[in-house]
């Protein structure tokens, strides 16, 4: 027994070496299986973080501000500024040439910021330093402009007279500095049978201006009424109303403008066109015309009020016209509009205005200058409107011009003045009686129609 005892013992010594060896292998195992794991996750982290570093909707976070120069006129500049992946509000410094010069607060991630009090014909460098609700600072990329030139005051004016009574000029047109034209009613005195002659224009050839009668023919007759309106695009393309001269012959275009629908006839105020197959035609009553090269088209403008102007100049952004209208009547207070035509119908932008617009000018997208009780600017059609406070307080009759930095204005008591970007020119001391009207602007020539005392004038500056 007792050998036998012996023997089983080594062999039980054996068996528990052989499990803790096993153990051994087990917790080896395990540990390699961790180890394993370890690396896993470790190489999708790696992987996730790569992706998150490089996937394409993500890049933006490399610029967190852009500042975009958008504008420059002679004393004033516009910029946009593009926040992205920043926490709203944002304080935002802008420095021109290393100085602050503005420092407002931002909860957009697109801002418009204009600077001010700058100087003509200056280049500068601009840049802001943004300051998120989060903390921090952000510097944003730094842009390069130069601000318009001003443009020359020094005109010299020459008055021109025409007629004995009653007589006024309404509207001019330039073609060239030797072809002018001019229209309204002139009553000279005569010997004829009525005592006097009535003359509807009068056309300058560079060195005279010659009184003429522009015809009206009908089927059953030919008259010489008063002229309101014309627009001119070469010598032998103009338009006296809904009077054409092609260079050889008057005709009257498809009877003339379309009738009211009791019948009635209106007054025309302002015609405006690209070419004599896109004219618009603006008068008393809300009316507003198309010709289309083969017809006038009543355009219904949803309003009474008289249309005093039309003005339209192209959109170099989206590459179409941009026609806007102001209508307005001093017997209706508060009862002003500014309409805009596009694709045959016509919106309102403006309504219940204060200021009487009498005459619209403006330079798409840039600048926009209403005539009437003052003088308006804006930087787009709905306004804001704000009056500009450094001209005579007279009554402005028309406004045109060349340039945001090149604009005329003209009105009540002989108000004449030139904006050059920067500051105003008023050329006429007040005089009692008397009204200045329609401009038209060319080069270094503009011609300005008008009355006084029952004489009807042309006003011809030259730069």
Not at 48 to 77: G, Q
Not at 153 to 168: A, K, L, M, V, Y
Not at 290 to 303: L, M, P, V
Not at 376 to 397: D, H, I, R, Y
Request: hydrophobic letters at 40%; charged letters at 20%; one cysteine or more.
């Amino acid at each position: 027994m007792k050998s036998k005892i012996e023997i089983e013992r080594p062999i039980q010594i054996l068996s528990s070496s052989k499990l803790i060896i096993q153990k051994s292998r087990r917790e080896e195992n395990m540990l390699r299986v961790f180890r394993t794991l370890l690396f896993l996750i470790a190489t999708i982290s790696l992987l996730v973080t790569s992706l998150n570093c490089h996937r394409t909707p993500i890049e933006p976070e490399k610029i967190k501000a852009n500042l975009i120069y958008e504008d420059a006129l002679c004393t004033e500049a516009y910029f946009r500024l593009k926040l992205a992946y920043i926490d709203f509000p944002a304080n935002v410094d802008l420095y021109v040439d290393k100085n602050k010069v503005n420092s407002f607060r931002t909860f957009s991630e697109d801002t418009v910021i204009m600077v001010e009090n700058l100087l003509p014909k200056k280049s500068y460098t601009s840049y802001v330093r943004i300051y998120p609700a989060g903390g921090g600072e952000i510097v944003s990329n730094e842009v390069s402009f130069t601000t318009m030139d001003t443009t020359s005051h020094n005109f010299t004016w020459q008055i021109f007279e025409f007629g004995d009574f009653s007589s006024d000029l309404f509207d001019v047109a330039i073609i060239n500095e030797n072809d002018i034209w001019a229209v309204g009613q002139i009553f000279v005195v005569d010997t004829s049978s009525t005592g006097y002659t009535m003359y509807n224009a009068v056309h300058w050839d560079g060195n005279k201006w010659e009184l003429k009668k522009i015809p009206v023919i009908t089927s059953s007759s030919v008259y010489y009424p008063r002229m309101t309106v014309i627009l001119a695009f070469n010598k032998n393309d103009i338009w006296f109303g809904g009077v054409h001269w092609d260079g050889n012959k008057f005709t009257l275009k498809n009877n003339g403008f379309p009738l009211m629908p009791n019948g009635d006839g209106w007054q025309v105020n302002k015609i405006w066109g690209t070419s004599s197959n896109d004219i618009y035609a603006v008068g008393d009553y809300g009316n507003i015309a198309h010709w289309d090269g083969k017809r006038w088209t009543k355009i219904e403008s949803g309003t009474r009020l008289p249309i005093r102007d039309i003005y339209g100049a192209l959109n170099n952004n989206t590459g179409n016209y941009e026609i806007l209208c102001v209508a307005a009547d001093s017997h209706i207070p508060r009862n002003s509009k500014v309409l805009k035509i596009e694709n045959g119908s016509v919106r309102e932008l403006a309504t219940n205005t204060t200021w009487e617009p009498w005459s619209i000018w403006f330079i798409p997208g840039r600048r926009y200058y209403h005539a009437g009780a003052g003088l308006w600017e804006a930087k787009k059609p709905e306004g804001p409107w704000v009056e500009n406070m450094q001209l005579p307080p007279f009554f402005s009759t028309s406004v045109r011009g060349q340039a945001v930095n090149d604009v005329l204005v003209s009105g009540a008591f002989w108000l004449l003045a030139h904006w050059n970007g920067m500051n105003w020119q008023v050329y006429f001391p007040r005089i009692e009686s008397g009204c200045l009207g329609n401009i038209d602007y060319k080069g270094n020539l503009a011609v300005v129609v008008g009355y006084k005392n029952n004489k009807a004038f042309i006003l011809m500056g030259r730069r």
